[in-house]
């Protein structure tokens, strides 16, 4: 098992900066790969963001791309999101992911989430 909490949401007004972080507990963090997505109301849950288990490779979903970066402390059990240009349609609540296959089996763990809202 692994454990996960979000932190760092909040309200900002478009344009700013918040910084989400995901502190994960349980299990070696670091052989897990590692996303963020997000779900606003009425919508589906969607992917933002991954790092893989070393940091060595990031993928971004293209509505964040060069706004967004993830980032990994392995030492600290924590994956980050730093999210600059927030713009209104970024609001939702935002879920940190742990993944890991292992003899084609996939485990998967979610945090609680952390609400974003981005003011026009």
């Known amino acids: 098992q692994v454990q996960l909490v979000e932190s760092g949401g909040g309200l900002v007004q478009a344009g700013g900066s918040l910084r989400l972080s995901c502190a994960a507990s349980?299990?070696?963090?670091?052989?897990?790969?590692m996303r963020w997505f997000r779900q606003a109301p009425g919508k589906e849950r969607e992917f933002v963001a991954a790092?893989?288990?070393?940091?060595?490779?990031?993928n971004y979903a293209d509505f964040v791309k060069g706004r967004f970066t993830i980032s990994r402390d392995n030492a600290k059990n924590t994956v980050y999101l730093q999210m600059n240009s927030l713009k209104p349609e970024d609001t939702a609540v935002y879920y940190c992911?742990?993944?890991?296959?292992?003899?084609?089996?996939?485990?998967?763990?979610w945090g609680q989430g952390t609400q974003v809202t981005v003011s026009s």
């Open positions: 992911n742990a993944r890991r296959e292992r003899g084609g089996i996939i485990y998967d763990y």
């Open positions: 790092i893989t288990w070393s940091g060595g490779n990031t």
């Open positions: 349980g299990r070696i963090f670091s052989v897990y790969d």
